[in-house]
Structure formats: structure tokens, C-alpha cells
């Protein structure tokens, strides 16, 4: 092999472990976080494995340049090792999709369980007695006393009545994130063995 080609593999080689590895890591450590029901990683794990998913095309096109520069196209493993690292592409991009849907699902369970603990305090503070708000009606001119809201019924009572209830279960929402993480857990072991395939080609030859 001349420096050319010496070259082209290094950098084969580099793309391969700072791309691939990286990014094999973090969609293997994304079920994990997501049955914890952690966001905030789940999000960093989404963009890392996008990111390193993108990069790993530099594995695919250096490698496809060294085949063409050592005349080994027509090797049977080189088009082995072709097609799975497309399939293993495609699998990346079917992981990205589920991780940002259950990005979406973790999100929107926190958010509702959220809202419902703040409704549920406003609840509770307008209910418990609190300065000149828990004293008796003021007496209506007349001797009256002021008539209650709702006719006849606590002021408090009818702001409570009023207000809508949650229509937002949170429990659909990590129902769904643990179908994602499942799935991802399934296409990132398959991705996985892809890569120890490819490496077991590319080092036997």
C-alpha cells in the first residue's frame, strides 16, 4: 500500500472509532434513562447519537475511497460490509425518531404532573380560611347578609367547579416512552452487531 493509501485507512479507522463508538454508546444508554424517566439526559443522549450518527458517514466514505484506490470493489465482504453499513445507517435513523418521541412523551408527562400538583395547590389555597377572605359575609344593606355565588353556594366552591379538569393522562405519555425504549433497545442491539460484523470483515481481510 502506498502513504496514500496508508492515509485514507487512518482516517478510515479514526471516522470509525470517534463516530461509531460514541454514538453506539449513547443510544445503548438511552433505555436506561428513559425508564428513569430522566429528560434531561434523554435529550442529550437524542442529540449525541444524532450527531455521531451524521459523522459516521465519514467511516462509510472513506472506507468506499479506500476500496476504490487497493481495486477491491469486486471483493464479496466489501459488499457485504456496503450493505450493512447502510442497514445499521437506517437503523440510526429509525433510533433518532423513537428517542425524540419518547423525548416528547417524558416532556409532556412532567409537564402535566406539573400542572396538575400547581391546580391542585391553588386548589387547596383557595379553600383553606386566610385572613379577611375566611370571615363571615359582610351584611348586605338592609340587615342582609350578601348572597353567596352560584346561589347559595360557597364563592370558593364555584372557582373550584369551574376550573377544568386534566384531560392530559401522564401515565399515556411514559406508557409510550417505555414502548420507545423497548424499540430502541431492540434496533440498538441489532445496530450493535452490525458494527462487530463489519469489524470482524474488516479485520480478517
Do not use: C
Not at 485514507?8 to 438511552?30: C, D, E, K, Q, R
Amino acid at each position: 500500500m502506498s502513504f496514500a493509501d496508508h492515509a485514507v485507512l487512518w482516517l478510515h479507522l479514526v471516522a470509525a472509532v470517534f463516530t461509531i463508538g460514541p454514538g453506539t454508546a449513547a443510544v445503548m444508554s438511552t433505555p436506561r434513562y428513559i425508564r428513569r424517566q430522566n429528560t434531561v439526559l434523554v435529550g442529550y443522549l437524542y442529540r449525541t447519537t444524532r450527531i455521531y450518527s451524521i459523522a459516521a458517514l465519514l467511516t462509510l466514505i472513506f472506507g468506499a475511497v479506500l476500496a476504490g484506490m487497493t481495486h477491491k470493489f469486486s471483493q464479496w465482504w466489501i459488499s457485504v460490509s456496503l450493505t450493512l453499513f447502510v442497514v445499521a445507517f437506517v437503523l440510526l435513523m429509525l433510533i433518532i425518531r423513537d428517542q425524540r418521541t419518547a423525548l416528547t412523551a417524558l416532556t409532556t408527562a412532567d409537564d402535566t404532573v406539573a400542572a396538575g400538583r400547581a391546580d391542585v395547590a391553588a386548589s387547596a389555597e383557595a379553600a383553606s380560611p386566610s385572613g379577611e377572605a375566611a370571615q363571615a359575609p359582610e351584611a348586605a344593606p338592609g340587615g342582609q347578609q350578601a348572597e353567596t355565588a352560584g346561589g347559595g353556594q360557597p364563592a370558593t366552591a364555584v372557582a373550584s367547579d369551574a376550573r377544568p379538569a386534566m384531560t392530559t393522562d401522564p401515565r399515556t405519555g411514559l406508557r409510550l416512552a417505555a414502548v420507545e425504549r423497548g424499540r430502541i433497545a431492540m434496533m440498538g442491539g441489532i445496530t450493535a452487531v452490525i458494527w462487530l460484523v463489519i469489524l470482524v470483515l474488516m479485520v480478517w481481510h
